[in-house]
C-alpha cells in the first residue's frame, strides 16, 4: 500500500518481501475494512475487486442472553464497514504495482538493514543490496527492521491476554448477513465472513490450546452452543483452513529511528476483537507517503520528523476500543461470576444507549484520514510533475 500510494505522488520505491508471491496472496488474516481504508483503496484505483466482491455491511450484532441486539452503523455513524480479505486486497496492491513496473522482489532471504543513521540506509538479503534514502519497515512483529534500532531508543509498552482465538475458514453459508459476536458462559464466539459462501468462525480459547484437541465435530457444536440464539441457524460445512491467535497489544514509541519508519504490526498490535489491525497498517502508510512526497516535492521534512506524533494518538485510540471490545466479550477463567454479569449490563447499556451505541459505531468504523480525496493526491502529484520539468 505504501509503495502504491508513493508511486501516485512520484516518489519511486522497492518492495522487499521475504515470502513468495503465491504465500502472501493466500495468507487468510484480517477482512474488515473501515470506511476510511475502503475509501482510500477506491480514491486511489486498486478497488476494482473489491467494489464486485466485498460485503458492505451497515452494522453488526451483539449476542448475549441468547438475544440479537443490532448496531446500526449508518444510522449512529453514518459509515459503514467492507468485509474483503486482506489477501484479496493484497493480490489487488501487487498487481497494481507491476502493472505500473514496480519493483517488487519476492523471496528475499537472509534480509538485514544498517545505516540508519547514514545518509544512504542499506538493505541486504542474498548477496545484493539496496542503497535508499528511508526505509519502511513494514515487516510485522517478527521482523528485522524494528531489532535493528539501538537498545533503549524505543520503549514498546506490552499487554498480554489470559485467552487466544480459535479461527477456521469453512465452506459453509454465513448465518447472518453481517457480524455477530456473541458473550457466552462458555466464551467469546465470533461469526464473520469472506464470502455469501465461505464463513470466518472464531472461539475463544486458551493460549496454549492444542489443535488436535479440536476436531471438526467439536468446533461446530461449541459454535452451535457460544451462538446459539431463534435467529441464528449455523451451517457446518468443511473446514477450509483452521489456527491458533493469540490475544496482545503492544505499542513501540516512537515509531521511528534516524531514516527508519515503522509502520503496521511492526509498530503495533491490536487485539483482532476491534478489527484494528490492518485498517491502522492503513492509516500508517497513508502519513507516511504524504511524509515522504513532501521531503522529495518540496524538501521539507516537517512531516517526516512528526510522523510518529501524527500516527500514535491513532493507534492509542485503536488499541483503546480494541481493549474495551475485548474485556467487553470474552471470559476470563477465575471469574466468580462478578465479571460475567458486569459485561452483561455493559452490553445491555450499548444496546439500549444511543450515545453508548454511537461511540461503538464510530470507533468500529474508524475516522477518517484527513484529506485523502483522490483530487489531492493527483493535485499534490501533478506538481511535483511540473516542478520537476
Known amino acids: 500500500m505504501l509503495s502504491h500510494l508513493l508511486h501516485l505522488h512520484g516518489v519511486e520505491s522497492v518492495v522487499v518481501e521475504c515470502r513468495s508471491r503465491a504465500y502472501v496472496e493466500q495468507r487468510v488474516r484480517a477482512g474488515v475494512l473501515e470506511q476510511a481504508s475502503a ?6 484505483g486498486v478497488a476494482e475487486r473489491m467494489r464486485l466482491e466485498g460485503l458492505v ?13 443490532r448496531v446500526d452503523f449508518q444510522k449512529l455513524a453514518g459509515r459503514s464497514i467492507t468485509v474483503y480479505g486482506q489477501q484479496e486486497i493484497v ?9 505500473a513496473s514496480g519493483q517488487i522482489i519476492f523471496d528475499a532471504a537472509d534480509v538485514a538493514i544498517s545505516g540508519i543513521l547514514d545518509e544512504h540506509p542499506v538493505i541486504r538479503f542474498r548477496e545484493n543490496q539496496i542503497e535508499c534514502d528511508f526505509i519502511a519497515g513494514c515487516d510485522g512483529d517478527h521482523g528485522v ?29 454465513p448465518a447472518s448477513s453481517e457480524l455477530v459476536y456473541s458473550n457466552h458462559e462458555r466464551g467469546f464466539a465470533l461469526l464473520s465472513m469472506r464470502t455469501p459462501a465461505i464463513s470466518r468462525l472464531y472461539l475463544q480459547c486458551s493460549p496454549d490450546e492444542d489443535l488436535a484437541n479440536w476436531p471438526d465435530d467439536r468446533i461446530w457444536d461449541e459454535l452451535g452452543t457460544r451462538l446459539d440464539c431463534d435467529a441464528l441457524q449455523i451451517a457446518s460445512g468443511p473446514i477450509l483452513q483452521r489456527g491458533i491467535t493469540p490475544m496482545r497489544s503492544s505499542v513501540c514509541e516512537p515509531m521511528q529511528f534516524g531514516k527508519l519508519f515503522l509502520a503496521g504490526d511492526a509498530a503495533h498490535i491490536v487485539p483482532p476483537t476491534g478489527a484494528k489491525g490492518m485498517n491502522l497498517a492503513i492509516a500508517d502508510a497513508w502519513v507516511l507517503a504524504r511524509a515522504l512526497a513532501a521531503f ?31 474485556s467487553m466479550l470474552h471470559r476470563y477463567e477465575h471469574d466468580s461470576g462478578f465479571e460475567h454479569r458486569r459485561q452483561l449490563a455493559e452490553l445491555d447499556a450499548v444496546t439500549t444507549s444511543q450515545a453508548a451505541a454511537a461511540h461503538l459505531a464510530e470507533n468500529y468504523t474508524g475516522f477518517p484520514l484527513k484529506s485523502t480525496a483522490a483530487g489531492n493526491i493527483a493535485g499534490e502529484t501533478a506538481c511535483a510533475t511540473k516542478a520537476s520539468q
Open 39 to 44: 475509501d482510500l483503496l477506491a480514491e486511489t
Open 57 to 69: 455491511h451497515e452494522g453488526i450484532h451483539l449476542l448475549f442472553n441468547r438475544r440479537l441486539h
Open 91 to 99: 493480490k489487488d496492491l501487487i498487481g497494481a504495482r507491476l502493472a
Open 145 to 173: 527492521c524494528r531489532t535493528a534500532i539501538p537498545q533503549g531508543m524505543l520503549t514498546r509498552y506490552e499487554r498480554n491476554y489470559p485467552f487466544a482465538w480459535l479461527g477456521i475458514l469453512a465452506q459453509a453459508a
Open 296 to 326: 522529495y516535492h518540496s524538501g521539507t521534512s516537517e512531516l517526516l520528523e512528526s510522523y510518529s506524533s501524527t500516527c500514535l494518538p491513532r493507534t492509542w485510540r485503536a488499541q483503546h476500543f480494541a481493549w474495551w471490545m475485548t
